[in-house]
């Protein structure tokens, strides 16, 4: 057999040149790969020939055409210029060797594709061969001390079986940098949602990060995901398997039910392993079963790996004891806050009960200054105020308003006429008395919560802009912002609905009445997005 021959002559010829190690034509394939067995469907390996030459991307096609490594091919990508190469690479950064001429359109072509695919491109796992057939227009040594590239080849001394071992070897350190970066990918994930467990999306951060780690561990893997079996109180039947989160290549939105996604094969060995309570090893798939202390049990299924040996199952085993340890963790906290959520509800219903001709007011109030929020939120408005945090727990701390009619006497709160003067003082007490009972009970949750805040809302949402509103008379921004937006809804609903001292108002005359006292009863900033929210539409759950 011969070689990739890179004649230094003007017409850099290819040519054959036989083989010196006596070697044949199964130098192509990896030793025990059989060409006719019946492989999986994986991802090839892309390997991007760049050269001016059609024979030699000819030539290195006939070489590598029954190439295989880790039981994945090669796929070709042809570039016939430096430029060509420079656009190719954006298009597929997932390039895992490029083998690179360096004389092209420029004497110096390769070289500046290489600064661009590491420079600009910012791609660093790419694993770069020069092949030159003019070791004298770029020196060795120079070029590997000044280029990051990863082999140096004369064409001239290219042989089948050498261009096999340098592919070989660049698809091996691409194998590693990928993984090295995977798991540093799967570990700040983990971090992350391990840093946010107080917010309500770290769940789904944090399942993420532990498939990518999982795929790091695992050498070869190309599919995973994480699955819990359903308990009372889930949407699915009791038992059934919900997905989580999956990887990139099986592509799962998490809910769905695994029949849709897996064989029958692979269910069945999931609930085997569920009714066994073991892990199944098979030849191309894992289930590794863990019940955390207080979650349902999960399941992390593996496809596409070679047959894993002791070390493998026993870092697999120990790195899940630890996830089981933080969906502990996750659970105890939702249940902390599943807590707190009752506590307000109770409240609420507390303070309906008191005053029932308001109906359903403080349900609407919780939707409709969520709304508000989260589109002062969506202008930038209140930046150091409203957060994603704010946005998720003003719309319950709200309910918590009227809290304070609790200590009122009935005959005030139902009386089916205006208040004189006397009874308006009475009234006017229900935001110091539910500010100072929430005040009080929030001391016992550290941080801000749902009571805190609802303190802060009970305390002023009747408080107005231009200062002239009670108990303290506070001005403008002085206001905490989450009783200026309660302040809009209260109002809006209030008007919107029959009181025994009233009728109800049309929508055009509350919002004329919200326009008008915009700045004066109300910040302005808040009156604009809600009335940019009536503008979208409401439907009768929000305007009631």
Not at 191 to 204: C, V, Y
Request: one cysteine or more.
């Amino acid at each position: 057999m011969t070689a990739i021959d890179g004649d230094i002559g003007e017409d850099d010829d290819l040519l054959f040149a036989e083989e010196t190690d006596g070697e044949g034509d199964e130098a192509s394939a990896p030793p025990g790969d059989d060409p006719t067995a019946n492989r999986r469907r994986t991802k090839p390996w892309k390997v991007m020939i760049v050269d001016d030459d059609r024979e030699v991307h000819a030539i290195t096609k006939v070489v590598l055409s029954d190439f295989v490594f880790d039981e994945r091919p090669l796929e070709f990508i042809s570039a016939f210029s430096a430029s060509e190469a420079c656009h190719l690479i954006l298009e597929h950064p997932d390039t895992a060797v490029v083998l690179l001429d360096v004389v092209m359109e420029t004497d110096d072509a390769g070289l500046r594709c290489v600064e661009f695919i590491r420079r600009t491109a910012g791609n660093e796992q790419v694993r770069v061969i020069l092949r030159t057939g003019q070791p004298g227009q770029a020196p060795e040594r120079q070029v590997i001390v000044n280029y990051d590239i990863n082999d140096y080849k004369s064409k001239s001394e290219l042989t089948s079986q050498k261009l096999f071992t340098a592919v070989v070897a660049a698809l091996r350190s691409y194998q590693h940098i990928v993984s090295i970066d995977m798991s540093r990918r799967g570990l700040e994930k983990i971090i992350d949602g391990s840093a946010s467990l107080f917010e309500h999306r770290s769940m789904s951060q944090f399942v993420e990060g532990v498939l990518l780690q999982l795929r790091s561990l695992i050498h070869g893997a190309t599919g995973s995901l994480l699955c819990t079996v359903c308990q009372d109180g889930d949407a699915a039947p009791v038992g059934a398997l919900r997905v989580l989160a999956s990887s990139e290549m099986l592509g799962v939105e998490s809910g769905q039910p695994l029949e849709r996604i897996l064989s029958a094969d692979a269910i069945s060995d999931i609930r085997r392993s569920l009714d066994e309570g073991r892990n199944i090893y098979c030849a191309d798939h894992s289930v590794i079963v863990f019940r955390s202390r207080n979650h349902s049990t999960s399941v992390v299924y593996l496809e596409g790996h070679p047959p894993l040996g002791d070390l493998d199952r026993n870092l697999l085993e120990i790195f899940c004891g630890k996830v089981a340890i933080a969906f502990d963790n996750v659970y105890l906290y939702e249940q902390v806050l599943n807590a707190q959520k009752a506590t307000v509800y109770a409240l609420g219903k507390l303070a309906e009960f008191k005053d029932e001709i308001t109906g359903h007011h403080v349900r609407r109030i919780e939707r409709l200054t969520g709304l508000i929020a989260a589109e002062l939120k969506a202008r930038g408005a209140f930046p150091g105020e409203i957060d994603d945090r704010f946005v998720d727990q003003i719309g319950l701390a709200s309910i918590l308003h009227d809290v304070g009619k609790v200590g009122l006497p009935d005959s005030i709160l139902n009386k089916p006429a205006r208040l004189t003067e006397e009874e308006m003082a009475v009234i006017r007490q229900h935001p110091t008395i539910g500010g100072n009972v929430l005040r009080e009970v929030a001391k016992m949750v550290p941080g801000r919560s749902y009571l805190s805040l609802g303190a802060e809302v009970a305390e002023t949402h009747h408080e107005k802009y231009d200062g002239t509103g009670y108990p303290a008379g506070l001005k403008g921004e002085a206001i905490p912002v989450g009783g200026r937006i309660t302040a809009v809804a209260d109002v809006y609903d209030a008007l919107m609905h029959k009181r025994p001292y009233k009728e109800a108002w049309t929508l055009q005359d509350t919002i004329d009445h919200l326009k008008s006292q915009s700045g004066t009863h109300f910040d302005p900033l808040v009156v604009d997005a809600f009335l940019t929210i009536l503008d979208r539409g409401l439907d009768e759950e929000g305007i009631g």
